[in-house]
């Protein structure tokens, strides 16, 4: 009898935690909570074999919501699956920037590196071309700062009384190494995603960093390799142009004694010889990447310390945050004081991308209201530290109350402006696309569904989901 009830109690766990994994999965929120509240253990359940928790599925789907109730049940952040692989490296790879968001809220470890190739979070971003997760996973680095840009390229002497800014701890991050020397920049180059390359370089990545042979892994370009040497094999023209541009040398060799032009003339990327062949007479100005968002860590810092999902709703006597209409104000940008609620705030900083006019601060985000570049964010003087209230309203989100998200023509076209990035499609990845790591390898059903389904959460994949051996089998194909 004993031995029954046993059994049965773990037979109903299991049960119990597979319904987890599936409402994690399909982004089920209130059977979530549901399931939590009758068993929260249920939040440290892995499926057998790949040990993927319900944080991970949920990750890797773009449930942020649903990642944001099982960290706070009290789940392992930073727990791993059998390949090593955390719920933020899972959220980085498939795109989903709302995901990471939150995850860097709660303060997930960037720095843990995969069992398979020894990659961190960055590396899969930047190999799928995701970034708004690159720019999200640099938060704790970039200081809200305006001489960010000019201490980044040593034009600045206020370096040293800045508390928030360590160059050499941004820089060992950006050029961290993955099995065989390769960085970040190093895969965005490969699979040609310049604007990447662009934000990770304004980052402070070097063009100079070359692949060590160390028997780890196929390397069909040759040991010794610069950045240059892989956007040459996959053939980026822009991603070539920006590297150059950027300093990188067009007569560097590997350890096969190659350089950028023999590496492309090998894999018949006869468009690149007139770009690699000459090095051009000047250098070619880029601006700052329209990726860099100084405020954000600003932001993050106000929201971890006093919340950021309050749903207290606006006094009618007080004036809304004017972009969702609804929420108190609670932070205010400097200079031109024009007041937020903090997750306005937070969204602006996260998903901003138009380029800056030169006058401005690199990085600043201007005003949804003056156009004023904002640096900073500050809280609102007198409000006391928010306590995380108890979550009634999950499913709301900035474009709730968009006008544009039933399709009506907006009248507002701030708060069209801010939410229009994140009306596009989740990109679904291309099936065994995922080499360079494992991945959530029974996830694609559940992909195909949310794909189809209206309430989608608004996470957006940014870019071809493409790994680096999967660019060298096609490379390879069609040589
Ligand atoms: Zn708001
Ligand atoms: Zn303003």
Known sequence: MGFLSIM???FGCSASGERLVSAARDGDLQEAKALLEYNPRLARYSTFGVRNSPLHYSAAQGHHEIVSLLIESGVDINLRNISGQTALMQACQYGHWEVVQTLMLFKANIHRTDYLNGGTALHLAALNGHTRCVRLLLTDYVPSIPEFWNMMRGKSTHESSIPDFDKSSLSKLVNQKADGGITALHMAALNGHAETMHLLLDLGASVSQVTVEDGSTIDLIGAGSSPLHYASCGGSAVCCEVLIARGASLDAENSNGWTPLMVARSWHRNWLEGILSNQPDHRVKILPSPYMSLPLMSIMRIAREFGWRSTIQSPACIDPCVVCLERRCTVAAEGCNHEFCTRCALYLCSTNSTSTILSLPPGSIPCPLCRHAIVSF???????????????????????????ADGSDSTTPMATQLCKPDFHCTRIPPLGSSSFCMGVPETSSCLMRCSRSLRRSASQGEGRGRSCLFALSHIADSS
């Open 8 to 10: 049965g109690n773990s």
């Open 378 to 404: 500050a809280k609102i003087p007198g409000m006391s530290p928010m306590r995380e209230l108890p979550r009634t309203s999950l499913s709301l989100s900035l474009c709730a109350t968009c006008p544009a």
